[in-house]
């Protein structure tokens, strides 16, 4: 069964800075795109920033020049590097690993909380 374990959420003060990771296990094919969405409560789900298997990453205004999405494809591990949180981007945070084949599958991650307070 296909997997998506997630690490690095927390609790951070505003201005701070925190690094998600996310690695697919039990999966030997091919992962087109990779991204971080989150969920805050009350919120519907949203996109933070997704990235190709060619490394063509894609933010949200919200979070353009804050955070950084970088993956290493050979480990099919995607990391996202959040830097001066604000309050606003508490929520829980979830990744997403796409196959690269039809029929196209996406799998997501049990979630993790990040949680920007002071």
């Known amino acids: 069964q296909v997997q998506l374990v997630e690490s690095g959420g927390g609790l951070v003060k505003p201005g701070g800075s925190l690094r998600l990771s996310c690695a697919v296990s039990?999966?030997?094919?091919?992962?087109?795109?990779m991204g971080w969405y989150r969920q805050a409560p009350g919120k519907q789900r949203e996109a933070v920033a997704v990235i190709t298997s060619g490394g063509a990453p894609i933010y949200v205004d919200s979070v353009k020049d804050r955070f950084t999405i970088f993956r290493d494809n050979g480990k099919k591990k995607v990391n996202l590097q959040m830097t001066s949180l604000i309050p606003e981007d508490t929520a829980v945070y979830y990744c997403?690993?796409?196959?690269?084949?039809?029929?196209?599958?996406?799998?997501w991650g049990q979630g993790t909380q990040v949680t920007v307070s002071s």
């Open positions: 039990n999966y030997t094919g091919d992962i087109s795109t």
């Open positions: 997403l690993a796409r196959t690269a084949h039809w029929p196209q599958r996406d799998y």
